[in-house]
């Protein structure tokens, strides 16, 4: 999925308000773009540090370029004589240091209770991400910021409607995100998918909603909180809004979704005979825990983990899956997780080992975690009536291409056999052209998805509105 389960150091993609440190009296000036590496077993990762100062007090922003963060926030930048220290709590870091020449920093980045050796230098610039395929203002067609209510949750939704110009019946489709809090585009280190799609499609007159999901942007409610199956019916609201637009024809609303959205979709048209055509972009056909299995596997072997330690890491989560699934209460559970991931010794551990733990438990002990785990997409499937289309990348790390046979055997299964599958050779999770597959691959790639994807979309919906 696209928010993948894991215990590697991560670099959390997060968003909030930029916290002001004070900076002491100094004999250095930090102010400017500090460059910073991080040795890896898989290779170097760089940290870059944006530092300006107002009125006597450093304001900071930290990217990852490789993991295509930007704008991180960052809390306190002290400097102290020759020292410095820039904490991050946004991912529980910490970089502390001496000044070595006045460009020049010599320190320590800790983290997760690990600590890496980082030398600092000043650079003139930060070389932006390259996106060449976000779409950019003027449109040759309608774009509208829309709300609307599910009358289900009463939970207010927020999106953006795309339009061909003057357009009478039109064919419509509402765009379903993957795992994760994701706004209307999806976007995704600098990617913006959903955006890019909505702009092929709409250009080849299909009109595209594209929604916030639960908690992000305009929209009210909470993804951790949620299940798949409240998202079906945030989904099936998107669509009554589209059925009520005089430029759509009602009965020609599909949806598209990507991962966790693939597995939503057809919840979505089991629920409702308003729904046209349904396409699958890398989602499951498998049950969830089965999926993280691979999913873990594959993403730890294409980081270069030996297998001994990627049996090691099964290991750990059989032991955690085994925990939710036999344990429905979530504050035993959390005592049953910490003594799992902390191997008995979580009393002993720093502060930042513990919120690294904790945090990796808030994840998996969330409701959505739990009804995903254990979810198994293959009845579901088996009642869907309408044509299907289901289209993977043979080096998807995240949602194996052997979840294909899975969704057209399931489909069939049902005596549905208007369901399609089309698997891309040289295709990633987010359907870009890559070389291994790897997720460390998805921010560096400046393609945000293969052309040829969206025109096999593209036609595939013409063909289903035209019959």
Known sequence: MMKRYTFSLLFLLAISVLIYGTATAQEHDFSGNWSGKIKLPTGELEMIFKITQNEGKYEAKMDVPKQGATDLPVGDVVVAGDSVSIAVPVIMGNYSGNFSTPDSVTGKWKQSGMTFDVNLVRVDEVAPLLRPQTPEPPFPYLSEDVEYINPESGLKLAGTITLPKDATACPAVVMITGSGAQDRDETIFGHKPFAVIADYLTRNGIAVLRVDDRGVGG???????STSLDFAGDVLAGVDFLKNRDE???????????????????????????IAFIVMMAGPGTVGEQILYEQGALIAKAAGLPDFSIEQQKLTQEKIFDV????????????????TLSRGMYNGMNDDMKKAVDAEIAN????????????????????????VLALNGSKDLQVPVSNLTAIITAVNSGANMNVDTVRFANHNHLFQNCET?????????EETIDPEVLKTMKDWIVEQTTK
Do not use: M
Not at 324 to 339: C, G, I, M, V, W
Not at 376 to 384: F, G
Not at 437 to 445: H, N, V, W
């Open 219 to 225: 929209s009210e409610g909470s993804v951790s909180e």
């Open 248 to 274: 759509i024809d009602p009965a020609k609303i599909g949806l598209i979704g990507h991962s966790e959205g693939g597995l939503i979709a057809p919840i979505a048209a089991t629920k409702s005979k308003d």
């Open 324 to 339: 939710l699934k036999n344990e429905p209460d979530t504050t035993k559970a959390k005592e049953q997780l910490r003594e």
């Open 364 to 387: 998996v002990n969330s409701t959505w975690f739990r009804f995903f785990l254990t979810y198994n997409p293959k009845p579901i499937l088996a009642k869907v009536k309408c044509p």
């Open 437 to 445: 597959g790897s997720t460390a691959e998805y921010a560096q790639i």
